[in-house]
């Protein structure tokens, strides 16, 4: 067993390292920056799937000898050869300083180059240019803003080829090979030497003017036959000759075989996957059943193509297909069609999940997000009216860009006011943030909520670059990490198959209801969701295996979920419960006091070491707070409401929570999920004290999620604050179905 978990583990650090690492020869993937669709549609989408249901490729010594092979050769690549690629150095030519000096400065990339961007294919518009660099740009400047390109590395030629390059720009080749002309847009180079050249493009600068659409190509004529120089490889960053550059060509072939073999691999796993898991489900009626599957996905494709049903999130056409997936699945066991032991087998419920609910998920991520590509480098631009999701990313991008963390919301919204005003540019600039903060009072540094988040987002910007899509992604993983935690601890206790509809109540709430427009917001909310229903895992994997690494595991997650919205530190405290045996809470005629004396001794250590990481969260805060703001301030996320005033906004509150919308609007029908689901578990274990001992970690942490409502108030873009509380009066409603008269719901 541990040879083959060194095995997997083994396999784990080289995939990630052939994903992550700049590599100079790649193909496929080139390293950090993960920027490309094609990347993260591997490393967001194959691979997970493939890793968490095909373990037994990983503990495959053929694919370790395989990965293995493609790791030696990119390896031996890089000390060979420099970076096949082509950068570009880009520059503000405007008459106004101030704008020119905050604009030529570093982004995402540089981290990894030292360069503007990276030019991957021909650019054939404005934002191609400005995408990474320029994205934080309004409109109007974006119309009216002049640029200087200049072009870092080189060019292959082979004998008898022409390289031409096409721009609408003023183009300057100080090593004249081009020639320089302003009435030209497209410029040649012929080879007639009869060995392979290599072409200097870093002396080559071209200018663009405003309010032009600018662009810039390359081709290679060979025979008459154009040849992409980005699909083949012909850039470089050679800086010395090379001998025998037509090796280049034989080892481009050998890595683009074995990525190509690589992606293959992943994919014929996932469709050995579906069949696998469709057979076990239901072997005779497989067919069919994939046949439905098929049908629905085409038809809300469809529905979505035309607009059918319009939704600007796109994910209502998600929730109606994961109803249509369930009905499906209610359909051939209410019809006890081949029902075999394998099929009530608990350990096949994230199988289910998989075919049933997240494979839909994901296909159609894949289907509506990847013809809307602007949205994989985002960045948004709200200076006006600006929410709290844009203020979180702007505070990650000064993290990143100018490793300050000083800068606040309250001093982002100052800001915003002198543009209002038109004090300060309506651009954002570092300096004029910097200049407002450094005016205000000290008071204003002081953070007392997710305090987290940013460094979070900061941490993703750096690895995707200004990537909005990912943060999408990973909310949709963190939603099934809920789903599939909620499975492995408080639905365990339900032997059929009704958990399986747990989670189609619980992500059409999330799909078809308001909650939609949270999902798909960088939230906070949803971070520290997930965050503690993962750490809810590695707990009750605990208390299963007795392994310190996974109460270290939780401990910590726990930590940077409390970092992440303070407000649900009491829910964070609960989860203590976690640790404890049925049995210890069965005090029936014994003294309660000494019943409590004891169960606190038995768990001390691991209650107290607990409740030390917990109560870490305030003293990181307070010592950030003290650093900038010389003040010890504990962080209080009600810090803004007097007791009294609390008090007189409690039921509003309340009612925005359960109605998952802002007073006096009418409840939408999640209210039905969170107000029943919430107020039935009450009734039903105060009533069946054998199913409150069954169930007695899930209704703790219910009333403390609860209860932590009590404790402050807010505001804004409901129903985000509810999230916390869906996936347990999700729960709650499994627990009415499964104890109502409805016999036809026992499937």
Not at 368 to 379: A, M
């Amino acid at each position: 067993m541990k040879s083959l978990n060194a095995l997997k583990f083994i396999n784990f650090i080289i995939l990630g390292i052939l994903i992550i690492y700049p590599f100079n020869v790649n193909y496929l993937f080139d390293g950090l920056p993960i920027n490309e669709f094609k990347e993260i549609t591997f490393l967001l989408f194959l691979a997970p799937i493939v890793i968490y249901f095909d373990e037994k490729l990983f503990i495959n010594k053929k694919f370790l000898i395989f990965l293995f092979f493609l790791f030696f050769t990119k390896f031996i690549s890089s000390l060979i050869y420099e970076k096949n690629t082509l950068y570009a150095d880009l520059k503000i030519v405007d008459k106004n300083d101030k704008f020119k000096k905050d604009l030529n400065q570093k982004n995402p990339e540089t981290y990894w180059h030292n360069h503007t961007f990276e030019i991957k294919n021909n650019l054939t518009s404005n934002y191609e240019f400005l995408k990474s660099w320029g994205s934080r740009l309004d409109n109007e400047r974006k119309q009216n803003i002049s640029i200087q390109l200049n072009l870092v590395g080189n060019i292959r030629l082979k004998p008898n080829e022409k390289l031409n390059i096409e721009t609408n720009g003023y183009l300057i080749d100080n090593n004249g090979f081009l020639g320089n002309s302003s009435k030209k847009n497209s410029y040649d180079f012929n080879n007639i030497e009869d060995e392979i050249l290599l072409i200097d493009l870093s002396k080559v600068e071209i200018n663009y003017k405003k309010s032009e659409k600018w662009y810039l190509r390359f081709k290679i004529i060979n025979n008459d036959k154009n040849i992409n120089p980005f699909v083949f490889k012909r850039f470089n960053q050679f800086k010395k000759k090379l001998n025998n550059l037509s090796y280049i060509d034989n080892l481009l072939i050998i890595i683009l075989f074995l990525e190509i073999a690589l992606v293959s691999i992943f994919i014929f796993s996932i469709i050995k996957i579906l069949t696998r898991y469709k057979l076990l489900l239901v072997p005779k009626y497989n067919n069919s059943i994939l046949f439905l599957n098929l049908f629905g996905t085409s038809i809300f494709y469809l529905l979505i193509k035309y607009k059918i049903i319009y939704d600007p999130t796109y994910l209502s056409p998600i929730g109606f297909y994961i109803f249509f997936q369930f009905f499906i699945y209610f359909l051939f066991c209410n019809l006890k069609i081949n029902r075999t032991n394998k099929f009530q087998n608990e350990d096949n419920n994230s199988r289910k999940i998989f075919l049933f609910i997240a494979f839909p998920i994901i296909v159609y991520f894949i289907i509506i997000l990847y013809n809307k590509l602007s949205i994989i480098n985002y960045f948004p631009i709200v200076p006006r009216n600006a929410d709290d999701w844009s203020f979180d990313m702007w505070l990650a991008r000064y993290i990143l860009l100018e490793n300050d963390t000083s800068i606040t919301k309250p001093c982002l919204r100052t800001a915003i006011d002198l543009v209002d005003n038109f004090k300060i540019s309506k651009n954002l600039f570092y300096f004029d943030i910097k200049e407002t903060c450094s005016s205000l009072d000290k008071s204003t540094a002081i953070y007392q909520n997710q305090f987290f988040y940013r460094y979070y987002i900061s941490l993703i910007f750096l690895i995707f670059g200004f990537n909005y899509f990912v943060l999408i992604v990973l909310n949709l993983y963190l939603i099934l990490a809920i789903i599939l935690t909620t499975h492995t601890v408080f639905l365990k206790t339900i032997k059929d198959n009704k958990n399986i509809l747990f989670s189609t109540i619980f992500l059409i709430c999330l799909t078809v209801g308001s909650f939609r427009y949270i999902v798909l917001k960088p939230s906070s909310e949803i971070l520290a969701t997930g965050l503690i229903f993962v750490s809810i895992y590695f707990f009750n994997k605990f208390y299963e295996k007795k392994l310190i690494w996974y109460f270290l595991a939780s401990c910590f997650i726990s930590v940077i979920a409390g970092l992440t919205r303070i407000n649900l530190l009491i829910v964070i405290s609960s989860l203590v419960i976690l640790i404890f045996d049925k049995e210890d809470f069965s005090f029936i005629n014994k003294s309660k006091v000494n019943w409590l004396i004891k169960l606190f001794k038995n768990k001390f250590k691991i209650i107290f070491i607990y409740g030390m990481f917990v109560l870490s969260v305030f003293f990181i805060i307070a010592l950030r707070n003290f650093f900038y703001a010389e003040n010890f301030t504990i962080p209080n996320p009600n810090t803004d409401r007097l007791l009294l005033e609390h008090i007189r906004s409690l039921p509003f509150w309340l009612y925005e929570i359960f109605a998952a919308t802002t007073w006096p609007a009418k409840p939408n029908f999640t209210a039905i999920v969170l107000f029943v689901g919430t107020i039935y578990p009450f009734f039903l274990f105060l009533k069946n004290r054998n199913m409150l001992l069954e169930n007695y970690k899930f209704f703790i942490i219910l009333i403390f999620t609860v209860f932590s409502y009590f404790l402050y108030t807010a505001g804004a873009y409901p129903p985000r604050f509810s999230i916390n509380l869906l996936p347990l009066s999700s729960i709650g409603i499994i627990f009415l179905i499964k104890n109502s008269k409805l016999k036809f719901l026992d499937i």
